[in-house]
């Protein structure tokens, strides 16, 4: 097999199992919002909020990494808050500002459902090199970056 011909099948694998991930991904918000009875938009809000490194974010950035009106979100809000899943706490600087930050319980339950992911994730990585450790990241970095 030529090395375009490699190149073109390893590409196309590629691009398989990363359709495959993102359908599991998919299946596995599906479940957890059917197991809770909260909805895709409220998964899609905890994994938001999680997934935020900088920590608690304004419901207003909330709304725009979903694609929601104020008004929606305020409905959001009021779902999780009522599930004990977020609390909302008022900016000291701005007190217009509302900050939404995910609970200990939203923790937990996240870290239930998430630990056999963790377990794959840990397994697949651990023979790795640091090299192929640092394309692969490249890699999920770029995937991350489109789908922003």
Do not use: C, N
């Not at 974010?57 to 959001?76: I, P």
């Not at 697949?124 to 640091?130: K, Q, R, V």
Request: proline share 1%; hydrophobic share 45%.
């Amino acid at each position: 097999m030529s090395q375009e011909d490699e190149h073109a099948r390893l590409r196309a694998a590629v691009g398989a199992r990363a359709r495959a991930v993102y359908r599991q991904a998919t299946t596995l918000a599906a479940a957890f919002a059917s197991d809770t009875g909260l909805g895709a938009t409220v998964a899609g809000a905890l994994r938001v909020l999680d997934a935020a490194a900088e920590g608690p974010l304004t419901a207003s950035q909330l709304g725009t990494e979903l694609r929601l009106t104020s008004g929606a979100v305020t409905k959001l809000l009021d779902r999780l808050e009522a599930a004990g899943l977020v609390e909302r706490r008022r900016g000291t600087v701005d007190r217009r500002h509302v900050f939404v930050a995910l609970t200990d319980k939203a923790r937990r339950i996240g870290a239930t459902r998430l630990a056999p992911i963790g377990a794959r994730i840990e397994g697949a990585t651990a023979e790795l090199t640091t090299e192929e450790l640092a394309v692969v990241e490249r890699f999920l970095a770029a995937l991350a970056d489109d789908a922003g």
